[in-house]
Nanobody, 121 residues
Framework: VQLQASGGGLVQPGGSLRLSCTAS????????MGWFRQAPGKEREGVSC????????YYADSVKGRFTISRDNAKNTVYLQMNSLKPEDTAVYYC???????????????WGQGTQVTVSS
């Protein structure tokens, strides 16, 4: 069972990145999929989540209107499209699979290894 996150990198402010998270060993559609991030010296925070039941999506206020979460069940992959990136978006981004988007992060079942996003000029 594994979640493989990818797509991070260095981007200038105002730029875009698309993160991918591919599941192996389980069916991603059976789970709510969340994206979290952690910046140096800061607590982990929830960024976005997409439910398994009806595809409802949730976003942190700090990313609303800029980030879009989606899933491709045929590819067993969830995406996070990040536009209008800001330096404060710099963090390691993690994907995770849990029972629902209201499940506490500590109770999520599977976590990816993280991918670094750096927004800097």
């Amino acid at each position: 069972v594994q979640l493989q996150a990818s797509g991070g990198g260095l981007v200038q402010p105002g730029g875009s990145l698309r993160l991918s998270c591919t599941a192996s060993g389980f069916t991603l559609d059976d789970y709510a999929m969340g994206w979290f991030r952690q910046a140096p010296g800061k607590e982990r925070e929830g960024v976005s989540c997409i439910s398994s039941s009806d595809g409802s999506t949730y976003y942190a206020d700090s990313v609303k209107g800029r980030f879009t979460i989606s899933r491709d069940n045929a590819k067993n992959t969830v995406y996070l499209q990040m536009n209008s990136l800001k330096p404060e978006d710099t963090a390691v981004y993690y994907c995770a699979a849990g029972a629902s988007c209201h499940t506490p992060p500590t109770e999520y079942d599977y976590w990816g290894q993280g991918t670094q996003v750096t927004v800097s000029s």
